[in-house]
């Protein structure tokens, strides 16, 4: 049976955006493995004390039950370049454990820190990330994500950002983008010019 997570941000002692990720682990339960009874993260995850200062990340494991809880600081990786790799199979729809997939994708990016997933002539997602593009006016996301993300709903939800089909072909009407997921939102995340994407 597979395994899945939920990494969820630990900003000054407090969990940050919970509603999305209870939302997700429950989806997760119940499409993946029939289960209609959840837990609420807000019963089992304690944050241990000395967490009051920094930037942390606490991972969920579980599969029918959870198995683990962990902590640790959130370490950054800077990312300036991405390659654009196609892969019409990959299939990352819960947060596995599990990313061999996603990982044979990302030994293909040569000289760039990080890949941009083209699946159907669609973008999708980074390796570890979400994307946003800014076109001039707006931040747009892929409709079509691998694993759609609890940073990405929250962003969506507030109206920060919309979602658009995107070809490869469409990436030259952007000017920039950024990388979102559950560590790093619209605002902390830096911007990566589109001309750092790599066909």
Known sequence: ?????????????????????????ERTRYQALGLKRHPLLTDVIRVPEG??????KCRVSY???????????QQTHKVKSLKLVYSDTIDYGF?????????????????CDDILVVKNDCITDSFYANVVFWDGEIWVTADTPLLPGTMRASL????????????PEDLAGYQ???????????????????????K
Not at 51 to 56: A, K, N, P, T, V
Request: net charge positive; hydrophobic share 35%; glycine share 4%.
């Open 51 to 56: 967490l009051e200062r920094g930037l942390y």
């Open 176 to 198: 920039k983008l950024k990388l979102i997921n559950a560590m790093n939102d619209l605002d902390s995340s830096p911007e990566i010019s589109i001309k750092s994407i790599k």
């Open 1 to 25: 049976m597979s395994r899945f997570i939920e990494t969820i941000q630990v900003l000054r002692g407090e969990l940050r955006n919970l509603e999305f990720h209870q939302q997700r682990f």
């Open 95 to 111: 947060k596995y454990a599990d990313r061999s997939e996603l990982e044979r994708l990302f030994q293909r990016r040569e000289e």
């Open 63 to 73: 599969q029918k039950e959870i198995s683990l809880i962990e902590f640790e600081p």
């Open 156 to 167: 969506l939800t507030r109206g920060l950002i919309r979602e658009r089909r995107i070809a």
